[in-house]
């Protein structure tokens, strides 16, 4: 029994040396956080006794001071609307800083390890070749710890739909990227995925060139719904849910959700619970899904449409007839002729299966149109219309619902639409 004994008592010294090398490995590791940290406090300390010796320019956080010829460009889109291939036609001039996604959830976080790693081809993206990393214009922005300097948690979800309130951060966030740019001597550009239900509240505080880059509505399903079936990445089909379950509401955005059965769904504070939460509804109720996106994309079209300078459809980008009506558009606004020849983005024509998703984009877009306050005077409601068919005929082009109404947004001179897939 002594050899049994002994067995035993070797057991139990190799479990508590392997405790202790345990216990060790994560000692060494707080370690090295707290080393981490106590280096970007250092150097967060030593950058704000920088700008208390240097105070930055009051532009950061006033209205800066610009005209027509050299104020800011801003590009409200929705996701999968090639919003991306339209900002690096911008970045690819000189003279403008173009900044990607400003409003983008991990620019609360980024590091210079993470800006450098993130390019079109890092993951599936659909994304034309870039010159430099999606988040280049960003790098001398960033605080020590991580994170760009002046960006909120609440910029990329919970504003989604205030338009009605000054936000005093989010303008100081944005002055600030505007000033840096004309610090450099540029013209700041701006490309959004995240704009497109706050584009009232753009219009009345961020004065510039205000670009609607849409797509049919059927191409954006389309697009995030298979990336979610080919890929099994849920994250464009999501962003709609998250939106519904984190943002605030003006009352009359509230009215149309309302009405289209969707204000109800439950709110949430926390990123990671709307996230986790919001995967689980699209997992377990499609059709909630759908109407979500095409309520919030919907209402979106609509609200740029009314407030943007210019209204660049997407898809007339890739016609010659397209072209030449953006470019008398986009006359004496920029200061270079942006080539526009490859893009390739077809008008979506309706396909069987697709009946349920146009009813829920046409019905959204008919009560959004409804209910948008004019921004030249009051509220109205305008008269009803001939509803759309209840189901297209597959392969007849997918165009929006009331179509005389919507063109009548549209403040710049009818044009075309278009470009390739991403955003």
């Known amino acids: 029994m002594k050899w049994l004994s002994r067995i035993r008592r070797r057991v139990a010294l190799a479990l508590r040396l392997a405790d202790l090398h345990v216990r060790s490995r994560r000692m060494k590791y707080k370690l090295g956080l707290l080393g981490r940290r106590q280096l970007a406090l250092t150097q967060e300390i030593a950058w704000l006794e920088t700008r208390r010796r240097n105070p930055m320019t009051p532009a950061t956080t006033g209205r800066p001071v610009h005209d027509a010829r ?4 801003w590009i409200h889109a929705p996701w999968r609307a090639g919003s991306t291939y339209v900002w690096n036609k911008f970045r690819s001039c000189p003279q403008y800083l173009a900044f990607y996604e400003p409003f983008h959830e991990a620019l609360e976080t980024v590091t210079q390890a993470a800006v450098a790693s993130a390019t079109a081809t890092s993951w599936p993206s659909g ?6 990393p999606y988040y280049h214009e960003f790098e001398p922005l960033l605080a020590p710890g991580g994170g760009v300097r002046g960006f909120e948690h609440a910029l990329p979800y919970t504003y989604y739909f205030v338009n009605d309130e000054p936000l005093p951060q989010q303008q100081a966030y944005l002055n600030g990227l505007v000033a840096h740019a004309h610090a450099a001597g540029r013209r700041a550009v701006f490309g959004f995925c995240r ?3 706050r584009v009232a509240w ?5 004065p510039g060139v205000h670009i609607a880059l849409t797509r049919d509505g059927l191409g954006l399903w389309r697009s995030a719904y298979g990336r979610s079936q080919t890929l099994g990445d849920l994250y464009f089909v999501t962003r709609p849910l998250i939106i519904l379950l984190t943002s605030r509401r003006d009352p009359w955005i509230a009215d149309y959700l309302a009405t289209l059965d969707l204000d109800p769904v439950p709110r949430l504070s926390d990123a990671g619970a709307a996230q986790r939460e919001a995967e689980r509804l699209a997992i377990r109720d499609p059709d909630l899904a759908m109407r979500a996106f095409a309520a919030v994309f919907a209402l979106g079209t609509a ?3 009314r407030h943007a300078d210019i209204v660049m459809p997407i898809e007339a980008l890739s016609t010659e007839v397209g072209r030449r009506s953006l470019t008398a558009s986009l006359a004496g606004r920029f200061d270079v002729a942006l080539d526009w020849s490859d893009c390739t983005v077809p008008v979506c024509t309706a396909r069987a299966g697709e009946e349920s998703f146009l009813d829920y984009w046409h019905a959204a877009l008919r009560h959004a149109e409804a209910c948008i306050p004019d921004p030249h005077g009051p509220a109205h409601k305008p008269e009803r ?10 392969g007849a082009v997918c165009s929006p619902a009331n179509p005389p109404r919507l063109i009548s947004l549209k403040r710049a001179p009818k044009g075309g639409q278009a470009l390739s897939e991403g955003g």
């Open 127 to 132: 994304h034309p070749p870039l010159d430099a």
């Open 303 to 305: 609200l740029s449409q």
């Open 195 to 197: 704009s497109t239900g």
């Open 385 to 394: 219309r001939n509803p759309m068919p209840a189901h297209p005929v597959p």
């Open 202 to 206: 753009f219009r009345r505080h961020m």
């Open 70 to 73: 050299t104020g800011p460009i």
